[in-house]
């Protein structure tokens, strides 16, 4: 798939959205999540029937990790689409035998969202999310890092409207998984070079994250002028 192909699209259909909507909001948000899903396997290296390496599978320790962006929702009646722009960070620990290693990724999104205003401030959405892995490292080891197969997630949360300000509390996962392929893990043996740690070893590294943000927005069809129709300050 071409990488450009969701932004345009989702660029086109602003264009052509935005004159129809009744109203229309934009600011900027910001908030922490936190990720899960990345796994390494250890790769035996058997000699004469004996293990010399782990080949237990790890899973890492999820840190807290940041974001922020800024939106666009216009909304018709009860329904709203919003894009978004984002930039975010997860930052994860893996535990191995002898040493732990840090895994970071930076990676920027830009989710097309499709919302409801189901009750008073509360609304619900879902929708693809076209996401660029900016960077992806693993302490300890020399080799490339590989987060997704296709640039594409899913999302989907809940929000809720308080004036100018949101609450939001959504989940991240990515639609494709890359197939597990082989890293050397560097230096993890036991003191005196007793090889109880792991060394080659499969990992697979899908991030699935839950995200909790605040939100701001800076204007909205309300503060304009022309609508105004004569009506006070926003607050």
């Known amino acids: 798939m071409n990488k450009s192909f969701l932004p345009i699209l989702i660029g086109l259909m602003f264009f052509s ?17 936190h990720g899960s899903g990345p796994e390494v396997t250890g790769r035996s290296s058997n000699v004469g029937g004996i293990d010399y390496y782990s080949t237990d599978t790890f899973h890492p320790d999820s840190e807290i ?13 009860k329904f709203f689409i919003r894009p978004e722009a984002m930039y975010n960070t997860i930052d994860m620990t893996f535990s191995f035998v002898n040493l732990e290693s840090k895994y970071s990724v930076e990676k920027f999104s830009i989710p097309l969202l499709f919302g409801y205003n189901f009750w008073g401030p509360l609304d619900v959405y879902a929708g693809p999310a076209y996401q ?9 080891t020399q080799d490339a890092i590989v987060v997704q197969e296709t640039p594409l997630a899913g999302q989907a949360g809940i929000k809720a409207n308080f004036g100018r300000f949101e609450i939001d509390l959504r989940y991240d996962r990515q639609l494709s998984i890359e197939d597990p392929y082989e890293i050397n893990i ?17 990992f697979q590294g899908p991030i699935h994250q839950v995200m909790l ?22 607050f």
């Open 17 to 33: 959205l935005s004159s129809n909507a009744q109203e229309y909001s934009f600011g900027v948000k910001g908030g922490i999540n």
């Open 186 to 202: 560097e230096n993890d043996s036991s003191p005196g070079g007793a090889r109880d740690g792991v060394n080659y070893a499969y």
């Open 213 to 234: 943000s605040l939100s701001f927005k800076i204007g909205d069809s309300e503060s304009n002028p022309g609508r105004r129709r004569g009506k006070g300050c926003y």
């Open 65 to 77: 990790g940041f974001h922020g962006g800024v939106f666009f929702q216009l909304k018709f009646g």
């Open 132 to 140: 660029n892995i900016m960077s992806a490292n693993l302490e300890d």
